[in-house]
């Protein structure tokens, strides 16, 4: 039986880069209003594990986003299929990330992509010729994470 899985990215600001991820991939950023306002009200939680960000309030230093098709919890909001959950850590991002996201344009379209990620906070690196088999660019995130536009 095969397994569920998502994706972590650790993070300055949990909320900010599932804002930008959330935009880059037109993935839906989970709402998780409705638990932890069950949790503050039943006292599991208290007012420091909570902030707010854009009229939601979230776990303090998690956010996540999720594939618009994919089912989801009702009231957690956490996606139960595709999924990025973005950590905020304490240290910085200090070397070339091991795995990375490749975010696919529509064929003909990567100029396009690149152009509105970058408009998101995206920054190209360098572009990857690969001859009569196409090109990719390089990007970062905001917060300096690698990733391929194809």
Not at 87 to 107: A, Y
Request: aromatic residues 8%.
């Amino acid at each position: 039986m095969a397994l569920s899985w998502k994706l972590v990215i650790d993070s300055t600001d949990a909320a900010a880069l599932a804002d930008f991820w959330g935009a880059a991939l037109e993935y839906e950023v989970e709402d998780p209003s409705a638990l932890v306002e069950q949790l503050l009200a039943a006292g599991h939680i208290g007012a420091e594990a909570v902030t707010e960000h854009r009229g939601r309030k979230l776990f303090r230093g998690y956010a996540a986003v999720r594939h618009p098709e994919d089912p989801f919890d009702e009231l957690s909001g956490v996606g139960r299929g595709r999924r990025l959950l973005f950590q905020d850590v304490p240290e910085g991002k200090s070397v070339k990330n091991r795995l990375h996201i490749d975010v696919h344009s529509e064929p003909g379209g990567l100029d396009e992509l690149v152009a509105r990620l970058e408009k998101l906070g995206a920054t190209r690196v360098r572009e990857v010729d690969q001859g009569p088999a196409g090109h990719w660019w390089v990007m970062l995130d905001p917060e300096g994470n690698e990733f391929c536009a194809t």
